[in-house]
């Protein structure tokens, strides 16, 4: 998840109205998530020093255990000087229960600092003016879906893209033509949010529809409502499957995002060998290659970015490692769209997904950051080290595995704690 802009102002600027309350203190955040990177962040411009981070799950806090590079600690095992001196804050939903728990644990509570942004923001909107407007938002999503029969026919199944990862679009493709079979369903459309969900279909050759994300948020609320929109409307993604998530896979390690598709969104009573997606047997490769003066099968592609997620390596610690693979013998690219810059002392290149596998296969090496590209290129020939962050759901190695959901078997996947550790991993595997 990316925390939005008017979150991070209210971050920042509460940090700042409130750095004498930190003087003499130790902070501490309570929970390891999106948020925390962005405290942390604050903090850190501010000049205040952040000492621990809690957080009641036992992957994410315990002995060894780091979150962005600080020692994590699950709050029963806070010790008394931390109980008394720690400045503890919070920015979640559930912030009425995570202060209920430091209060029973004997924190003063006006120690304890809650960061209200939009997620964690209650509204209780129960008056009839809000109720109709609902009502009229249901039906304006239900008259949307008879527009798209009118256009594409009554005959069209409409499978929603709710989200804009790349990843999510490709699981969702990977296993469709079962279900298609399975059911019977010959015409359809995929709708998207995104124009990266839609590459990533065209990619399994399938005709795609985007649509703007409050289209799409309507259409969701009617197919929740309407019981008969489910005959030719499904979302191949949808909240609920976040629900289980949190619920089943922290405590059933076994349960990664492919089982969340086979069950779940699909609700396949057994499991399915993937499709894998059309890629161009030649390609721009080549001539990229020779243009840049990058060795073939001694190239490092780097691929530092990903779309719902901002890790927290530092700029510094990527330019150490291209420097490291650089007097290793290798030739070191950054694969970076749009507005994403390069890794300093690096060459930019820029690839479609459908010659992904390609490029990858004729550099040798692969070194990325946990996105969706990874999922693309999951079956190239080549050297795959993927890179995920300790302490956040969002890149959970147990949960978006490339080896744990069967996408390879010969990934190499790296847990970074720290830039000391990150590069002895990779100097064991380069």
Known sequence: MLVNEKDKETINSLIHNRRKFFLDKKTIIFGCTPYARDIYQALDEHDIGLSLIIDNNPKKAGSGKLCMGIPT??????????????????????????????????????????????????????????MESAWEEVCLGRNLVDKWKREYGRDFFFFLLPYPGTGDAYMACRYLPYFLEQNKIENIMLVATSNNSLKVVKLFGYDTLLV??????????????????????????????????????????????????????????????????????????????????????????????????????????MENVVIFLKNKGYDVCTNCFGKEKPIRGTVPICFPYEEAIGYVEYAGVFVGVRSGLCDIISSARAKKIIIYESGFNATSIDYFGLVNMGLCEDAIEIVYDNFDKFVSDIENEV
């Open 212 to 317: 703007s994300h409050e289209e799409m948020s309507i259409v969701l609320r009617s197919w929740e409502v309407f019981e008969d929109l489910r005959a030719f409307v499904k979302p191949l993604l949808h909240w609920g499957w976040r629900t289980k998530r949190f619920i089943s896979s922290d405590n059933h390690p076994q349960i990664t995002f492919n089982e969340m598709f086979l069950y779940d969104t699909y609700a396949f009573d057994r499991p399915h060998e993937g499709y894998l997606p059309k890629q161009a047997k030649t390609g721009s490769w080549v001539g990229c290659f020779a243009s840049h003066g990058l060795k073939q099968g001694k190239t490092v592609i780097f691929a530092p970015y990903a779309g719902s997620f901002t890790y927290n390596i530092s700029a510094q610690d």
């Open 73 to 130: 600690k699950n709050p029963n095992d806070l010790n008394d000087d931390e109980i008394r001196n720690g400045i503890y804050i919070i920015c979640s939903k559930y912030h009425l229960e995570m202060t209920s728990q430091l209060i029973e644990l004997g924190v003063n509570e006006n120690n304890i600092l809650c960061i209200h942004v939009g997620e964690s923001k209650k509204l209780f909107e129960d008056d009839i003016e809000k």
